[in-house]
């Protein structure tokens, strides 16, 4: 059974940082994209981040571009979603996802066959 386990979230002061991270079972991700999605209370959710498993390629949303960064540990099978500089716009719940449909970096809930529970993510101002 493919697994995703998302945790790191919490309260966080307005300018500052966490770490999400997001750790895979069940199946190995190789050259598989991974990525990360929010949703905001009262809105929809949306794409914040994307990277190939087996290489460097990385997405951003514009929202997030110089603030986020998405990295991975193979050996770990577990992928990170670091966040500097946050926003109480960045409050939202987070979500991890994989795909085995696609190979480009997709920013597409739809192309995502696989997702976290989401792990809540509060920046206070």
């Known amino acids: 059974q493919v697994q995703l386990v998302e945790s790191g979230g919490g309260l966080v002061q307005a300018g500052g940082s966490r770490r999400l991270s997001c750790a895979t079972s069940?199946?190995?991700?190789?050259?598989?994209?991974m990525g990360w999605f929010r949703q905001a209370p009262g809105k929809e959710r949306e794409f914040v981040a994307a990277?190939?498993?087996?290489?460097?390629?990385?997405r951003y949303a514009d929202s997030v571009k110089g603030r986020f960064t998405i990295s991975r540990d193979n050996a770990k099978n577990t992928v990170y979603l670091q966040m500097t500089s946050l926003k109480p716009d960045d409050t939202a719940v987070y979500y991890c996802?994989?795909?085995?449909?696609?190979?480009?970096?997709?920013?597409?809930?739809?192309?995502?066959?696989?997702w976290g529970q989401g792990t809540q993510v509060t920046v206070s101002s």
């Open positions: 069940g199946r190995t991700f190789s050259s598989y994209v």
């Open positions: 996802a994989a795909t085995t449909l696609v190979v480009m970096l997709t920013t597409r809930q739809g192309d995502y066959n696989y």
């Open positions: 990277i190939k498993w087996s290489a460097d390629n990385t």
